[in-house]
T-cell receptor, first 112, second 115 residues
Framework: GNSVTQMEGPVTLSEEAFLTINCTYT??????LFWYVQYPGEGLQLLLK?????DKGSNKGFEATYRKETTSFHLEKGSVQVSDSAVYFC???????????FGKGTSLLVTP | EAGVAQSPRYKIIEKRQSVAFWCNPI?????LYWYQQILGQGPKLLIQ????????DSQLPKDRFSAERLKGVDSTLKIQPAKLEDSAVYLC?????????????FGEGSRLTVL
């Protein structure tokens, strides 16, 4: 079945460091891919998405590119801020309207 | 636009007791989902509704969990009897349905502790 594997945390970075959180997926078809973020005390919210191969999703300085050849959707940010401290979840959806399958989440802590 | 509302935010019960969670999705959203998020893990789908019909409940432990979405709007998730391993955050999410590109909108969750 469909599944998502993401790197384990916690990840601790200094402010302005470069961030990469790895995510790979297994799917029978051509899923849509997502990154969701959960800030402390808040609900999950969509960070970015890509619906087909080679698409790049971007938001708030974060980027991820849908790589079909490596079945990956790695999250990157060039310069993290303390306010980026959160848990990040990679997810896939087989089709529009279908449920999301989530990875286990990666906790990010950014220190001043 | 109001977000997804859930209640209660926190609930502590003893094992073998029952509990119910309520969810009010974003107005007009056709699909509604209940997820279970155990500490340190990603959310796991329990049940998906399209309007008031069940689309997928394959991972719902039906011997103790039940859910309904009357009139295609609000939904309740019930656990009876609760077990220790049911301690988790129960997330409700809604979406526009098959016309969207997969984005779901989540509530803040209901945290259940079973003693």
């Amino acid at each position: 079945g469909n599944s998502v594997t993401q790197m384990e945390g916690p990840v601790t970075l200094s402010e302005e460091a470069f961030l990469t959180i790895n995510c790979t997926y297994t799917a029978t078809g051509y899923p849509s891919l997502f990154w969701y973020v959960q800030y402390p005390g808040e609900g999950l919210q969509l960070l970015l998405k890509a619906t087909k191969a080679d698409d790049k999703g971007s938001n708030k300085g974060f980027e991820a590119t849908y790589r079909k050849e490596t079945t990956s959707f790695h999250l990157e940010k060039g310069s993290v801020q303390v306010s980026d401290s959160a848990v990040y979840f990679c997810a896939l959806s087989e089709n529009s309207g279908y449920a999301l399958n989530f990875g286990k989440g990666t906790s990010l802590l950014v220190t001043p | 636009e109001a977000g997804v509302a859930q209640s209660p935010r926190y609930k502590i019960i003893e094992k073998r007791q029952s509990v119910a969670f309520w969810c009010n999705p974003i107005s007009g959203h056709a699909t509604l989902y209940w997820y279970q998020q155990i500490l340190g893990q990603g959310p796991k789908l329990l049940i998906q509704f399209q309007n008031n019909g069940v689309v997928d409940d394959s991972q719902l432990p039906k011997d103790r969990f039940s859910a309904e979405r009357l009139k295609g709007v609000d939904s309740t998730l019930k656990i009876q009897p609760a077990k220790l391993e049911d301690s988790a955050v129960y997330l409700c999410a809604s979406g526009r349905g098959r016309t969207n590109t997969g984005e779901l909108f989540f509530g803040e969750g209901s945290r259940l502790t079973v003693l």
